[in-house]
C-alpha cells in the first residue's frame, strides 16, 4: 500500500513537471513564473510525502498494520496528496491570472477536498516517527509540554479554527489582497498557504474522530456557520453588479465570457459546491452522535518502541 501510494505520488509529479512544459501560457517571462510556481509547490509536496510514507512504514513496521495509523487515515492522507498533485499538474494557476473561475477552482480544491483528506490523515504521528530517533526523542518531548499542548488545544479549538479560517478566506477575497496575489507570485503562495493551512486546522478541529460529544456537537456548529459565511461570500460574488478585481478585465481572456459574467461563475463554485462540502460534513457529524447517542468513540492505545504511548 505504501509503495502504491509512493509511485502514485511520484506519477503526479512526473505530468505535473510534463504539464507544466506542454500547458505553459504567455511569454518567456510568464513561463519562468509558471516553472518557479510549480517548482514552490512540488518541493514541499515531495518532502511531505516522503516523510509521511517513511513514517507510517516504520510505525507499521513497530506497531503492526493499521495500528497507530489507522489504513483509511493512510488513504485519506494519501488521496490528499495526489489532489495537490493534480492540481499542480493542470494549468489552474496560468488560467487563473485570466480568468476568475480557476483561481476559485483552486481554492476550493484546497479548502474543501485538498484539507479534509490531508487532516483526517493523522500525519503527527508519520512524520514524528520520520524523524531519526535522537531527534524524534527531542521533538516528542518538546510536544509533550504543557505550555505548548494548552497553546494547540486553544488554537484547534472548533470556535477558534472557525475564526482563523473564516478571516482567511474574508480577507483574501478582498479587492486590496485578492489584487496584491495576481500582481506578486510571493503573495499569492502567501495566500494559498495560508488559506491551506487555516482550512487544515478548521478541519483538524472537527473530525468526527474526536472522542468528546461536547466538542463533536461544537464542530457540527462551526461547519454549519462556516458554511453559511462561505456562501454569503459567494452569493456576494454572484450577486454584485459591480466587478471586484479589476486585473481581470484587463487581462481580456478569450473564452466568451465577460468579466462580470466570470466572476458570477466563480461565486456560484463557492456558493453551491462549498456550501454542499460543508453541509454534508456537518450531517455526518450529527448522524454519528444521533448514531452513538452521545457515547465517547473507543480509542486504542497503541505503545511503539522509540516513543511514548498514544491513543489511536
Keep these: ?48 510525502s516522503a516523510a509521511y510514507f517513511c513514517g507510517l512504514r516504520r510505525v507499521w513496521r513497530r506497531a503492526g498494520f493499521g495500528r497507530g495509523v489507522r489504513a483509511a487515515e493512510a488513504l485519506a492522507f494519501g488521496i490528499g496528496l495526489v489532489v495537490l498533485a493534480v492540481m499542480l499538474a493542470l494549468p489552474l494557476h496560468a488560467w487563473g491570472r485570466l480568468r476568475f473561475t480557476p483561481h476559485m477552482i483552486e481554492h476550493e480544491l484546497l479548502t474543501l477536498v485538498a484539507a479534509p483528506l490531508l487532516a483526517a490523515g493523522g500525519a503527527g504521528v508519520p512524520w514524528l516517527f520520520a524523524l531519526p530517533p535522537s531527534w524524534r526523542r527531542q521533538v516528542g518531548r518538546w510536544l509533550a509540554r504543557d505550555r505548548l499542548r494548552r497553546l494547540w488545544r486553544s488554537v484547534s479549538h472548533p470556535a477558534s479554527a472557525w475564526a482563523l479560517h473564516g478571516a482567511a478566506l474574508w480577507l483574501w477575497h478582498a479587492p486590496a489582497l485578492f489584487e496584491a496575489a495576481l500582481r506578486s507570485e510571493v503573495v499569492h503562495y502567501l495566500q ?119 491513543r489511536a
Excluded: K
Design 1 to 48: 500500500m505504501i509503495r502504491a501510494f509512493a509511485a502514485i505520488i511520484v506519477a503526479a509529479a512526473g505530468v505535473a513537471a510534463a504539464a507544466g512544459e506542454a500547458l505553459a501560457h504567455g511569454g518567456g517571462a510568464q513561463s519562468a513564473s509558471d516553472q518557479a510556481w510549480r517548482i514552490a509547490v512540488a518541493v514541499p509536496l515531495v518532502l511531505a
Design 192 to 310: 494559498h498557504v495560508s488559506l491551506l493551512a487555516t482550512a487544515l486546522l478548521f478541519w483538524v478541529s472537527v473530525l468526527p474522530r474526536r472522542a468528546d460529544a461536547r466538542t463533536r456537537l461544537v464542530g457540527m456548529f462551526s461547519l454549519f456557520a462556516t458554511s453559511l459565511h462561505a456562501t454569503l461570500l459567494g452569493a456576494l460574488l454572484t450577486l454584485s453588479p459591480l466587478i471586484w478585481y479589476a486585473s481581470y478585465v484587463a487581462a481580456a481572456a478569450p473564452g466568451g465570457l465577460s468579466a462580470l459574467e466570470d466572476q458570477q461563475l466563480a461565486g456560484l463554485v463557492m456558493w453551491v459546491p462549498g456550501g454542499l462540502v460543508y453541509v454534508g460534513a456537518a450531517l455526518g457529524i450529527c448522524a454519528g452522535l444521533l448514531r452513538n447517542d452521545g457515547a465517547p468513540a473507543r480509542r486504542r492505545r497503541v505503545s511503539v518502541p522509540g516513543i511514548v504511548t498514544w
